[in-house]
């Protein structure tokens, strides 16, 4: 399926729900053609790719040919951001006349980029601009003259402007540098878009006498201050009369935040104070999210009477209590509210369950949601993107195993469904992997289960499969239905790729999460390891052909894999990870802030006590056993990661030297730890090497 930018029509599909219709874009021109017949410029489409071929990394990282559209509330124009060779550009596509014209230009050459755009009315955007500086350090200067110059890491700077449809009467909101005197560095941060009010929008802004909430006119630039906090605030959260409710500040010098609410008599009075490691937690206990639905009430997640999993609340504010629930559910997390993006009403709640899910609180946008979620099948998720009203035309995002992302618009009143553009590339979905949810029963019977991404071609019937086991990040995170660019890559080259649910991940309550504390090379790994001999036993994967592979934290599990379960992996890629836990906790007190530092309390009460669990920690560290690893390890490390050192692959490359263990090393230089579009070239490495890795030790990939 391609594009609907390039279209001159569509095409009709009926379907059976109440008459519900979904539009789908005519095969024709690529959206090459968009770019070349509108902007002047080149684009290069994906080329005819045969039966044999396997889908490059351009799917998988990197920028996306088109992202952050929005829709305007009338539903007549659609406003994005389009990729090319020299940067980002803003664009608005008329849907009456299908013109599509570029209005912004970010270029790449100056490190510039757009981060949003937004409607406000039908007739002004807000969008941001954003400029990317790298770190650098020295005993004698901290410019790039310096010959000890030491690479920090990267920092942004950001500004917030706004325009008419046309790209006329360009305003920047609110400058802080040229406003109060700030450095051109300190940059102001959005708290409200209002969707409902087309003339302002709500900014918190940095002032000598304590951070602001601010009320901007997106057509005068002119302001007005709603309230002042202190210099350690860090947000608000505002009632439906845009009534400041809750309001978030950093205390403790740093080492924990707090929440508060404001009573009748305008005091503020705090709620929880998080320090330590209850500050780094995935789920907080209390955490402000948005507008409520009332005067003196705020919507938050929290997890009051004893509750293991987070629920969405209506909490009043005047009384500290929680007054009524929006949602919850027994076996996950909820975190997301629903609204409808033209009123900014909550409409119902989204959360991560196995799926991406939505559940509309409204009968009509229940309907709706039913047969747009039947349309676009059971392989994808479906979440609200920007713009639009439930009430009219409402844009979706789509995306999955077999879809990078594409953008659709549902119209209400017609109820009829039209793809308008993917994110990238027009890519085969022949192409592309399928996933599985596989169950599975740790050693203590514990019920457990994870995503089985499988080849392209292949079956849930289909057995003996060379196989990459990659633990996520974190841990106190965990994988979703969506685009994965590790597994999807991967298993797009025809590897099996097993993504576990293990102890210590989030997302499924507070005990799940808590159980992996101090468990990192012991009971997390052997829920892992679980799996992957859950896998072998259900056939799924070759017991001679299976490595595993992680980053971050499921870089940590590679390198002690390497050494501790050399029985059950064939080779492993560690990407990022921590080779030497003591170390590693050394690294946070002495880069972090010292030992009541949010960051070192986390990390010693998640991975264990320096001293006290010394020996443990020694004994699942691979940093310390590097004379025992028993299979090929890649190594994998960005020169300027800052979350976890590169030195801590450095250490880990001496030691095999040292114990003569053959060992590959990659050093890629101006990449930090996080995936980020402007790395792409760096994560194609990644995959790239990756994947030859896995063919010299597994073999090459399952072909149908």
Known sequence: MTDYLAHQGVEIIYIDRESFTMRVPRLGAALAALAVASFGGT???ASAQGAAARADTSAFVGYETFRSATLSPDGKFIAGILRDKDGDLLIIHDRTTRVTKPIQRARKDQNLELTFVQFKGADRLIFGLQQKFEIVEGKASRTRDSAEATDLGFSY?????????????????????GDQGFPAYVSAAIEELLPEDPEHILLLTPSTGGNQLRKVNVRTGKSSILETGNADTIGFVLDSELEPALREDSVAGGKGTAWLRQDAKGKWIEIVRFRGEERANGAPDFQGL?????????????????????GLYVYDVQSGSYAEPIYEDAQFDVFSVMRDPATGKVAGACFEAYQWECVPSDPTVKTDWLAIEDAIGKEANVSLASGGSLKGSILLMVDGPKEPGAYYIFDTKARALERFQSTRTDINPDLLPSKMIFEYAAADGTDMWGYLWLPPGATAETRN???????HGGPEARDGWGGDPMAGYWSAQGYAVFQPHFRGGSGTGRKWVEAGHGQW?????????DGTRALIKAGYAAADKVCVAGWSHGGYVAFTASFRDTEL??????????SDL???LQWVRREQGGTQSVSYKYWNGAIGEYGGDAAKLDRYSANQNADKVGMPLLIVHGELDVTVPVEQSEMMVASLKKAGKPVEFIELKGMDHYLRRDQGDDWTVVLTKGKEFFERNIGPGWTP
Do not use: H, W
Not at 465 to 471: D, E, G
Not at 569 to 578: I, T
């Open 582 to 584: 003591r170390e590693m």
């Open 465 to 471: 499969l060379p196989t990459v086991v990659l633990p």
């Open 290 to 310: 948005g507008r409520g639905p009332r005067p003196g009430t705020a919507i938050v997640s929290g997890r009051p009477n004893g509750r293991d999993t987070n």
């Open 521 to 529: 090379g012991g009971l997390i790994q052997e829920d892992i390891n």
């Open 43 to 45: 684009f290069t489409a």
């Open 569 to 578: 992996y064939k080779c492993s890629l560690a990407g990022a990870g921590v």
């Open 157 to 177: 700077t950001s500004r917030v402007l706004t325009s008419n449809l046309d790209g006329s009467d360009l305003k920047s909101l609110y400058d802080p540098a």
